[in-house]
């Protein structure tokens, strides 16, 4: 079975412009959560979609944002990037929500904001 | 205070050696509790899942868990080199808002040293 993949890998943004990044979960996972890490800060939960909608959302600003399609993968949007956005973008599946010691990892997004 | 609290090391143990992981956590209505494992440059994998007081082994492996106290623990039997990474520790929490999300202590480093 394939594992969690994300694209891009590598992204360098300057300041100001927005990004996406985009996550396809394991085939029959639901649920797509994505995490921020960051040296400074660790792994901080942003978002769960799960049917389309977001269940649930962590303490990120509104500039930060996603969706999920009919086919469970998921996209995130950051707009007006700034410097602090620089960090490794994790999204992780699993079967359904809340069904975290079925969650995988995908092998994240590297952001360079400049 | 952090929600989930971890040294962030290194912790160095020599090979052969048990090496002792701790995290705790502030949410006492935590239900579920995580370790996972990152190599440099890759993407967290989970190792060790623990719901109840008490122990819980897997292979090499043993989690502890104390409500009481609000403390996990992870073992880690005759240490191998292999084993040197960062070990995360993470708790189902509840949001704000309702729902949950896993919150991530900001890792210990551990060295495996020959």
């Known amino acids: 079975k394939a594992g969690v993949t994300q694209t891009p890998r590598y992204l360098i943004k300057t300041r100001g412009q927005q990004v996406t990044l985009s996550c396809s979960p394991i085939?029959?996972?639901?649920?797509v959560s994505w995490y921020q890490q960051t040296p400074g800060q660790g792994l901080q939960f942003l978002f769960e979609y799960f049917s389309e909608t977001q269940r649930n959302k962590g303490n990120f600003p509104g500039r930060f944002s996603g969706r999920q399609f009919s086919n469970s993968r998921s996209e995130m949007n950051v707009s007006t990037l700034e410097l602090g956005d620089s960090a490794l973008y994790l999204c992780?599946?699993?079967?359904?929500?809340?069904?975290?010691?079925?969650?995988?990892f995908g092998p994240g997004t590297r952001l360079t904001v400049l | 205070q952090k929600e989930v609290e971890q040294n962030s090391g290194p912790l160095s143990v020599p090979e052969g050696a048990i090496a002792s992981l701790n995290c705790t956590y502030s949410d006492r209505g935590s239900q579920s509790f995580f370790w996972y494992r990152q190599y440099s440059g890759k993407s967290p994998e989970l190792i060790m899942s623990?719901?109840?007081?008490g122990d819980k082994e897997d292979g090499r492996f043993t989690a502890q868990l104390n409500k009481a106290s609000q403390y996990v623990s992870l073992l880690i039997r005759d240490s191998q080199p292999s084993d040197s990474a960062t070990y995360l520790c993470?708790?189902?929490?509840?949001?704000?808002?309702?729902?949950?999300?896993?919150?991530f202590g900001t890792g210990t480093q551990l060295k495996v040293e020959l």
């Open positions: 623990i719901y109840s007081n």
């Open positions: 085939s029959g996972h639901r649920s």
């Open positions: 993470a708790v189902n929490g509840r949001l704000t808002g309702g729902g949950n999300k896993l919150t």
């Open positions: 992780a599946s699993s079967p359904e929500p809340g069904t975290y010691n079925e969650q995988f």
